[in-house]
C-alpha cells in the first residue's frame, strides 16, 4: 500500500508527457476517429523494434532508452509488492452488445465499452481497452509465459493503470468451452471438437490427476456457494481455458490483416475480474510497453492465470506473430540500452584496435565476463 502510494505521487511527473503528446493515440486509437484502425508504425524486429524506438520519434520517444522505470520487468522478489485483491476494486459491466476488436498491427485489441471502473489508492480509472503480448512482456520470476493479457484504464487526470494477466495454454484433455455463436460476424473456422495439437509435455501420475479432479470439485463447490453470475453460466471450469478469451479469440482469423476490425458477440466481463479477486496482484510503478514509453503507470500484474487451448493458441500466434518488448532493468535501475551502450564503448576503448592477431587473446571470453571483472567498463559504470 505505501509502495503504491508513492507509485501514484510519482506518476503526477508523468501526466504531462501523457497529454502532451500521446492522449488518444495510443489507448483507443478508434474511438476518437470514428474511422479506420490505425496501425502502428513501430515494431518488435529489426530497425522499427525496441531497441530502436526512442529514434523512431525523437524527441517523444526518448524515455524508452533512458528511463528508469521501464516495463516490462523480470516479477522477481523486491521488484513489487504485492497488493491484495481487496485492495483493487474492479467492476466491469459486461459488453452485452458485443464490441470491437481490431489489429492494430503491433498487437490485437478489444475497444472497451464505457463503465468499467478500477479503484485503487483512492483514484478511480476508467477501463479503455484490452490487448495481447505474445510471448509475455513481464516474466513470471524468471519466467515467459504464452501470452499476456493487458488492461489499460485511464484516470481523469490521465494517469494509466494497467491490469497484466497471464495467459498459458490449457493442457490436452481440459475440455474446450462451448463459444457463444457471435450476433454479427460469422466465424470463419468452427473451432475443432478435440485438441489436435502437438501434445504438451504430459506429467500424467495418478496423483496429478487426482489433485486436478480434487481442485475442480472444490471450484464448483465455491461456484455453487457463489452468487450467480449476471449475464449467463459461463464461467469456465478451473484451470479450463477461458470462456471470454475463446470467444474473443475465435475471430482472430477476421482480423489477420493490420488495420481490420471485427464485432465481437456478448462478452461476459465478470470472469476476468472474478479471476483476479481470488488472487492477488503484485504491483509496481513501471511504463507503458510500447512507445512513448511514458512512465508512471501503476502495474498490477495478477497472481491468477487465464489459459486458452493449444489451436487456439496457434491461431493467435499467426495473427500476432511476436510482439514482446525485450525485460527491462529492475525499477529504478539504469536504463538497460544506456547501460550497453557504456559497457559496449567502453570495452570498443579498451580493445586493441583490431591489430591483434586472433590467436592472440580471446575476445570473445572476456566481453563475456562480468562487466566488474573487465578493467575498461570501471569508468564508465555510473
Ligand atoms: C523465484 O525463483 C527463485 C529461484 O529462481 C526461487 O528461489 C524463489 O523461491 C522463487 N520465488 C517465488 C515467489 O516463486
Ligand atoms: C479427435 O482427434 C483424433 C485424432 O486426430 C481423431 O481420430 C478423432 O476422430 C477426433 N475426435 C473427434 C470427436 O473429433
Known amino acids: 500500500m505505501g509502495r ?3 507509485a501514484l505521487v510519482l506518476a503526477a511527473s508523468v501526466t504531462q508527457v501523457l497529454g502532451l503528446c500521446s492522449h488518444g493515440t495510443f489507448l483507443h486509437p478508434r474511438a476518437e476517429e470514428g474511422g479506420s ?8 524486429t529489426g530497425e522499427i523494434g525496441p531497441l530502436f524506438w526512442s529514434a523512431l520519434e525523437a524527441p517523444t520517444n526518448s524515455i524508452c532508452s533512458t528511463g528508469t522505470r521501464q516495463s516490462p520487468i523480470d516479477m522477481t522478489a523486491g521488484t513489487f509488492n504485492m497488493v491484495p485483491a481487496s485492495d483493487v476494486e474492479v467492476n466491469i459491466p ?6 470491437e476488436f481490431e489489429n492494430l498491427g503491433t498487437t490485437v485489441e478489444v475497444v472497451a465499452k464505457p463503465g468499467g471502473t478500477l479503484k485503487i489508492g483512492g483514484k478511480t480509472f ?3 481497452q484490452f490487448h495481447f503480448h505474445l510471448p509475455s512482456e513481464h516474466l513470471d520470476n524468471g519466467t515467459s509465459r504464452a501470452m499476456e493479457m493487458h488492461m489499460v484504464w485511464q ?19 481440459e475440455t474446450a468451452p462451448v463459444v457463444a455463436a ?9 473451432a475443432p471438437a478435440n485438441v489436435t495439437a502437438p501434445v504438451l509435455a504430459e506429467p500424467a501420475p495418478a496423483a496429478k490427476s487426482r489433485f486436478r479432479r480434487k481442485s475442480r470439485m472444490q471450484a464448483r463447490e465455491e461456484a455453487a456457494a457463489a452468487p450467480p453470475a449476471t449475464l449467463a453460466p459461463t464461467a469456465a471450469p478451473a484451470n479450463g481455458p477461458s470462456t471470454l478469451l475463446e470467444t474473443v479469440f475465435s475471430l482472430v482469423g477476421q482480423i489477420a490483416t493490420p488495420g481490420t476490425v471485427t464485432k465481437t458477440p456478448a462478452l461476459v466481463l465478470s470472469e476476468f475480474v472474478d479471476l483476479w479477486r481470488a488472487g492477488s496482484f503484485q504491483g509496481y510503478s513501471g511504463s507503458l510497453t510500447t512507445p512513448p514509453c511514458s512512465e508512471g503507470v501503476h502495474w498490477l500484474v495478477s497472481t491468477q492465470t487465464l489459459r486458452i487451448m493449444p489451436s487456439t493458441f496457434e491461431r493467435v500466434r499467426d495473427v500476432i506473430g511476436y510482439n514482446a518488448r525485450y525485460t527491462q532493468n529492475a525499477p529504478g535501475k539504469q536504463n538497460v540500452l544506456q547501460l550497453g551502450a557504456e559497457r559496449s564503448l567502453g570495452l570498443a576503448a579498451a580493445a586493441p584496435p583490431a591489430a591483434a592477431p586472433p590467436a592472440a587473446e580471446p575476445a570473445a571470453t572476456s566481453a563475456a565476463e562480468p562487466a566488474a571483472t573487465a578493467p575498461a567498463a570501471e569508468p564508465v559504470a555510473a
Open 4 to 6: 503504491f502510494s508513492s
Open 94 to 99: 459486461d459488453f452485452t452488445e458485443g464490441t
Open 155 to 173: 484516470s481523469a487526470e490521465q494517469e494509466i493503470a494497467v491490469i497484466g494477466t497471464y495467459i498459458d495454454v490449457a493442457r490436452e484433455g
Open 126 to 128: 476508467e477501463l479503455q
Open 37 to 44: 484502425v490505425e496501425v502502428k508504425t513501430f515494431g518488435y
Open 182 to 190: 457471435p450476433v454479427a460476424a460469422p466465424v470463419a473456422e468452427p
